[in-house]
């Protein structure tokens, strides 16, 4: 077995799976972290297996949270709709919080068995208005990191690894298919129905459709 571990953050999505693929070829032995923390596009946990397998990490692992139970996001709350237009500022389908969490227990995750490295797909290009995507948030949490944690403070230190952060979605797609990624098994929709067919029409499908489309790509996407 590999001593480089790494956890990678894997909702499922186009760009968490390129960065799944993307530590593989830097020789990590990657572990999988999803979340099904009460969103409504849960289709995106069975492709997150789906990916998982594919790309043959060492272990994927499920944790359960209930992010619904505060609500505020569309993603969340099915109060709220799924905005299928452009909207200014930060949209609805931000989630408080979301990313602080999920990267808090990879933390957890990567201290118990000795990975050094953490890998999340987000992404300050094509991203979404969402302020836990930007640098500055992954330079803030790498610091804290090493500051809050056992490993971290006997020298050991954390680094964050955010490889699409400068990337366009083109480019990202670029690279997950020269690395053979399988874009026909992730699901990125916000509201993609039981069978992970996306609806075509929200913001993600959106910068999804458009990306294929720039890279010169067929889109393997399914649509409802």
Excluded at 27 to 39: I, K, P, V
Excluded at 92 to 113: C, D, H, M, Q
Aim: glycine share 10%.
């Amino acid at each position: 077995m590999n001593d480089k571990k790494a956890v990678v953050l894997l909702s499922g999505g186009l760009d968490s799976a390129t960065v799944v693929a993307m530590a593989k070829a830097q020789g990590y032995s990657c572990y999988t972290m999803s979340f099904d923390y009460g969103q409504r596009h849960r289709a995106e946990l069975q492709a997150a297996e789906r990916v998982a397998s594919q790309l043959g990490v060492v272990e994927h692992k499920v944790i359960g949270l209930n992010l619904n139970g505060i609500g505020g996001s569309a993603l969340t709350d099915s109060a709220i709709d799924v905005p299928e237009a452009p909207e200014e500022g930060i949209p609805v389908t931000y989630v408080p919080a979301r990313n602080t969490v999920f990267l808090s227990l990879a933390l957890g995750w990567a201290e118990v068995i000795g990975a050094r490295d953490l890998f999340i797909g987000v992404n300050a290009v094509d991203y979404s208005g969402y302020p836990d995507c930007r640098p500055e948030f992954i330079e803030a949490f790498e610091r804290m990191a090493n500051l809050a944690t056992k490993a971290g403070v006997e020298g050991q230190g954390f680094s964050i690894q955010a490889p699409l952060q400068n990337l366009s979605k083109a480019q990202i797609i670029q690279e997950g298919i020269r690395l053979g990624v399988d874009y026909a098994i992730t699901v990125s929709c916000y509201q993609a129905d039981d069978e992970g067919r996306a609806c075509g029409k929200c913001d993600s499908c959106r910068l999804r459709k458009a990306g294929f489309q720039a890279a010169g790509v067929e889109d393997p996407t399914r649509y409802h």
